[in-house]
C-alpha cells in the first residue's frame, strides 16, 4: 500500500497552510469536512474533476491541513484539527470563520 | 502621477489575502510594517532586489492587505489593518500571532 506523507508538528509551516487554504476550492473541502466531519474524496460536493481532486487532497495533506487515511479502496480526509490548533493557535477557526462571510 | 489601484472593502476576498500572505517575504513585510508602522518601499530589512520588493508590494497592495501612497518620490506602504478587522475580523492578528512563532 501506498504510504501517503503527512509533515510532522513541528514541519507544519504557516505559509503553506495559508497556500494551501488560498484556493476557493480547497477552501471549501476544509469548510465541509469542518461541518461535516470527515469525508471520503469522492464525497466533496465541488465541482472539479477527481484528478483535480487528488491535487487539492495533496496540497492540504502536504501542508498539515488534512490527514488521509486509506480504507479499502477509499481515501478518507480529515482535518488536523489539534496540530494545528497546537501548532497556530486561532488560526483555522478565524480563517474558516472569515470564509463563512 | 500613476494612481495606484486598491480593492474597496468589499472586494478583498479571503483567498486573496490569503494568497498575498502564504509567502515568507510577503509575510516579513507585514510584520515590519505591524511593528513599526508604515513604511517606504526601500525600508523594510529583506533580502530581495527591488523588482522582486515592487511586485511584492504589489501583490499586497491588489489583495487589499496594504496602502501605498506616493510622497515625493518614494511609496509609502502601510497595513490597512482597519478595513482587514472590519472584513475578516481577527484574521490579521492571528497570522501575525502565528508567523512570530
Not at 16 to 21: N, P
Not at 53 to 77: D, P
Request: net charge neutral; proline share 6%.
Amino acid at each position: 500500500m501506498k504510504i501517503l506523507h503527512h509533515p510532522q508538528l513541528a514541519d507544519i509551516h504557516l505559509c503553506s497552510v495559508l497556500q494551501a487554504l488560498s484556493d476557493p476550492i480547497r477552501l471549501q473541502i476544509v469548510q465541509d469536512i469542518a461541518a461535516r466531519g470527515e469525508q471520503p474524496c469522492n464525497n466533496f460536493n465541488v465541482p472539479v474533476a477527481k484528478s483535480t481532486m487528488t491535487h487539492h487532497i495533496r496540497t492540504l495533506r502536504e501542508a498539515g491541513v488534512v490527514q488521509v487515511r486509506v480504507q479499502g479502496t477509499q481515501h478518507i480526509v480529515a482535518l488536523r484539527t489539534e496540530d494545528l490548533q497546537a501548532r497556530f493557535p486561532e488560526l483555522l477557526p478565524v480563517i474558516l470563520k472569515s470564509s463563512a462571510e
